[in-house]
């Protein structure tokens, strides 16, 4: 049996690699930061989530000291036989403050929080209605409910703007979505608050605008957004000016928070009692630990007492995307730090952005070319994520780096262009 399996993953794995599918893993020898080193060689970090440099903060790792101090290191149970500290009730207060929502549970993941939700909500009788791209935990934790499914088109309020768009995308619009879920119970559209691939952020004005059209409830997974978009930096519903609107915000402390783990659910006191009866990744799963616990509440006194971080990376973000614009970059306009930057125009370019990364780590810059799967072909792109621990000169290096390497690899020159 173990023989029969061995030799199956064998070929599959194989096979993998054959296509360029396999996963290898850079080793980082340093603490996460602006800068890191990889293979004993420093570099410019351009591709961690860490937007607002909080990863290895000293105040962060002087609160994770003060609590492995004060509340130990790990509860051994879960939250409701013997797992529950005061500080996990003041994180879930401090939370719900920041998001501006009535209450928050806490749970080990982002991905836990997803896999939670939708199960104890929505059964037969509803419908959930969900983003083409959104995260694979959100699919997941659809998967794991009942409830009928519709899948709009990514960000198409009403049919026509994938037609507009794209010959091969025939998908349906939420409207129209909407519309078919009808005779439904309860109606919840769900969506990515801003998306990894492409940085560009979900409309919730018109999202809302929908659901208080057509009686359903808005959820939002704000990982790629919580503590920096908007002006105070509470996410994709201050930017987009719907705090207040949106029913239900799931997001992570494993990205601009901190960047170690646990993530949560913030909602109405009614849905968040219910998730804490009935959500089986909450019930059956470890307490978040203490350490993680008080250097999440730092973060959020932190970005509670000053904007300067969220600023400091919006000035960034757009100093990088002015200047890699003004350079001659294809690159995908959105105020958001995930910025991609596009090779779909020339000859091989999927080889191109490739080799185009591995030149730009001998730069001393650290960024990620992503292919199909992963994106749709042609989209083939290098993706770069600004942070509030880059420094100007940092940003004006990468800028510097991608300029020589596109030179090198004759991008400037109109023959590299592919034949349309
Ligand atoms: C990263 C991410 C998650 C997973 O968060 P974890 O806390 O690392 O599990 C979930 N949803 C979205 C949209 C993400 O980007």
């Known amino acids: 049996m173990q023989k029969k399996i061995k030799i199956f993953l064998e070929e599959e794995l194989e096979s993998l690699r054959d296509q360029k599918l396999f996963k290898t893993e850079r080793v980082i020898e340093s603490p996460q ?21 909080l990863s290895s903060h000293p105040d962060l790792i002087a609160a994770a000291h003060e609590g492995l101090d004060s509340r130990g290191f790990g509860m051994s149970s879960v939250r409701f036989i013997c797992g529950t500290q005061d500080i996990h009730k003041e994180l879930e207060k401090k939370v719900s403050e920041f998001l501006g929502m009535e209450d928050t549970i806490l749970f080990s993941s982002c991905f836990d929080a997803n896999g939670a939700l939708f199960e104890p909500l929505f059964g037969e009788e509803d419908a959930i209605i969900t983003d083409s791209l959104n995260h694979a935990s959100i699919i997941d934790g659809i998967r794991l409910s009942k409830a009928q499914r519709w899948i709009y088109m990514h960000g198409d309020m009403r049919d026509m ?8 995308e025939t998908g349906k619009g939420l409207e129209r979505c909407l519309k078919e879920a009808q005779n439904c119970r309860f109606r919840v559209i769900a969506t990515d608050g801003s998306f990894s691939m492409d940085g560009d952020i979900a409309k ?31 996410g994709t519903h201050e930017y987009r000016n719907v705090m207040g609107r949106v029913d239900i915000i799931t997001t992570t402390f494993g990205k601009a928070l901190g960047g170690a783990s646990g993530g949560c659910i913030s909602s109405s006191k009614e849905i968040i009692s219910w998730l804490r009866n009935k959500a089986r990744p909450y019930l059956f799963s470890n307490s978040v630990a203490p350490v993680v616990v008080s250097s999440t509440i730092k973060v959020l006194d932190i970005l509670m007492s000053s904007t300067d971080l969220r600023d400091k990376l919006e000035r960034n973000t ?47 810059i650290y960024v990620i070319a992503f292919s ?21 000169e940092q940003i004006d290096k990468a800028i510097a780096a991608f300029t020589k390497v596109a030179d090198e690899l004759g991008m400037f020159n109109p023959q590299s262009l592919a034949q349309k």
Request: aromatic share 8%; with cysteine; hydrophobic share 40%.
């Open 204 to 234: 919730l004005n018109e999202i809302c605008d929908l659901a208080e059209k057509y009686d359903a409830i808005v959820m939002v997974d704000d990982s790629h957004s919580s503590g920096f978009l908007g002006k105070r930096g509470r």
């Open 33 to 53: 930061g602006a800068e890191i080193i990889v293979k004993e060689q420093k570099c410019i970090n351009f591709c961690a989530n860490n937007y607002l440099g």
């Open 318 to 364: 757009k100093y990088f995307r002015a200047k890699m614009t003004e350079a001659g970059f294809d690159i995908i306009p959105s105020d958001h730090p995930i910025v991609a930057i596009l090779f779909g125009k020339y000859h091989n370019c999927t080889k191109l952005a490739v080799s185009f990364a591995n030149k730009m780590l001998d730069e001393g």
């Open 161 to 168: 703007e994938s037609i507009r768009s794209s010959s091969l």
């Open 372 to 392: 199909f799967p992963v994106v749709p072909r042609g989209k083939d792109r290098i993706r770069v994520q600004i942070s509030a621990a880059h420094s100007i």
